[in-house]
């Protein structure tokens, strides 16, 4: 004599089935974070300590120079483009690595058509020009 009947094996398979199905499905859906964004700036391998050659590599940069303890360099229209918060973090890097060679009087610039865009200095960070008629709207 069987205790459990053989409909209610197969309802307890049929059950078994959904939940682990219904599991995987969670565990993928929640598991995306890991991609990068599209626009994060990908260095190759080997670039990552050497100023020089993040400059010369990024597409946003037209031309660079140094001037003592400055360096200053100008971009294009994609950078313009980009928010706020990627040139932070891109300046971030670039400056402490030319703060290596340079120290804490180290500065860099960032320039756009001739005129000053972003800065970033050790003792204000990362800081964006502010246009004057940006400031008069504010100010109303």
């Not at 400056?95 to 050790?122: F, I, M, Q, R």
């Amino acid at each position: 004599m069987t205790l459990i009947s053989n409909n209610t094996r197969v309802l307890f398979r049929g059950l078994c089935m959904l939940v682990s199905l219904a599991s995987i499905l969670a565990l993928a859906a929640c598991s995306g974070g890991g991609s990068e964004p599209a626009k994060a700036t990908k260095y190759p391998v080997g670039f990552s300590d050497d100023i020089e050659k993040l400059l010369k590599f990024d597409a946003r940069v037209q031309d660079f120079e140094s001037d003592g303890n400055t360096l200053v360099f100008n971009v294009n229209q994609a950078w313009v483009d980009e928010p706020q918060g990627m040139h932070e973090r891109v300046m971030g890097q670039w400056y402490s690595l030319w703060k290596s060679s340079h120290g804490d009087k180290g500065k860099v610039v960032v320039k756009y058509e001739g005129n000053e865009v972003d800065t970033y200095t050790a003792d204000k960070g990362y800081q964006p020009v502010v246009k004057e008629n940006e400031k008069s709207e504010s100010e109303t």
